[in-house]
């Protein structure tokens, strides 16, 4: 039992999940708005460019605190170390194959990069830790570009309405969660002078900012039922944010790195899960 553990936190804390979910999240962007499936070498850039990103940002974060995710970050150091230079390898390979597009990439690297910015040792990027007030949306928009944006622009096709409505409602699902992990945080990015949204707010505007985050979620989930998207859909687009509100008063409470790192950040590509399992057969089909 305990070998599936640790091999369940390996996968976990090495940020290979979280990887899969951005590529889970590319699929489902692909499948329901271009209705076609997403090209190997976008797949796999997304992937090695999360891995890349993730371990950057890992390996620069001090193994400090109590939780179960510290003792292992100070044992794999160089893990993440690796990872980083591999993600780089990959991204790279896979973003020579996408060079026709390579302005979207560009940008996608340079914006995922600022996140992970203040954590460089050096004055000029330690300077983005007081500046930085709006990092959790910058984040979330991040994730909403590269997982869904991108695999749009890249396709050439017309803008349409569904597209908007579908990146608004990505970008304020995982604004609704990374609001949670910024709570969780917020007592130590006050003591080492990280600035963002939530450390400026009192309890029940937090409160009020995630639940508006969630409705303006639920309506723009809904309103694809509009431009021909199946009450089917719809659901699968809804139950993320249904949970993430369930488990918000919790979540808040709790420090436990598996809720942070498994479940709510599972919950970025829960809707992609359930909606490739219910529409697999029609993509067989075709």
């Not at 499948?31 to 090695?48: G, Q």
């Not at 893990?79 to 980083?84: P, R, S, V, Y």
């Not at 969780?184 to 990015?189: H, S």
């Not at 949970?243 to 790192?261: E, F, G, V």
């Amino acid at each position: 039992m305990k070998i599936f553990r640790d091999i369940f936190r390996f996968f976990v804390y090495s940020n290979l999940f979280i990887a899969v979910c951005a590529m889970l999240m590319l699929v489902q962007t692909c499948y329901l708005l271009l209705h076609a499936p997403p090209s190997f070498d976008l797949l796999a850039f997304v992937f090695f460019a999360t891995i890349c990103s993730y371990s950057f940002h890992w390996y620069l974060t001090p193994a400090v605190g109590q939780s179960d995710r510290v003792p292992w970050l100070a044992r794999h150091k160089k893990t993440h170390l690796f990872l980083f230079i591999a993600g780089i390898a990959g991204a790279v390979i896979y973003g020579i194959m996408l060079i026709s597009h390579w302005h979207w990439l560009v940008f996608a690297a340079f914006i995922t990069f600022l996140y992970s910015a203040p954590k460089v040792p050096h004055p000029w990027f330690r300077l983005l830790r007081k500046i930085a007030i709006g990092k959790t949306i910058f984040l979330a928009g991040v994730w909403m570009f590269v997982t869904t944006v991108l695999p749009l622009e890249i396709s050439d096709q017309p803008w349409q309405t569904d597209y908007t409505l579908f990146a608004v409602s990505r970008f304020f699902l995982i604004y609704a969660i990374c609001i949670l992990f910024d709570y969780r945080d917020k007592e130590y990015d006050i003591s080492v002078g990280i600035r963002s949204l939530i450390t400026w707010l009192n309890e029940k505007s937090i409160d009020m900012l995630f639940y508006f985050s969630i409705i303006i979620f639920a309506v723009a989930s809904l309103w694809m039922y509009y431009c021909g998207h199946s009450v089917t859909v719809i659901i699968t687009l809804l139950i993320p944010g249904a949970i993430t509100t369930l488990l918000y008063s919790h979540a808040k409470k709790s420090r436990s790195d598996m809720l942070y790192y498994f479940v709510l950040d599972g919950l970025m590509a829960l809707s992609a899960v359930l909606y490739l399992l219910i529409e697999w057969p029609m993509f067989t089909q075709r």
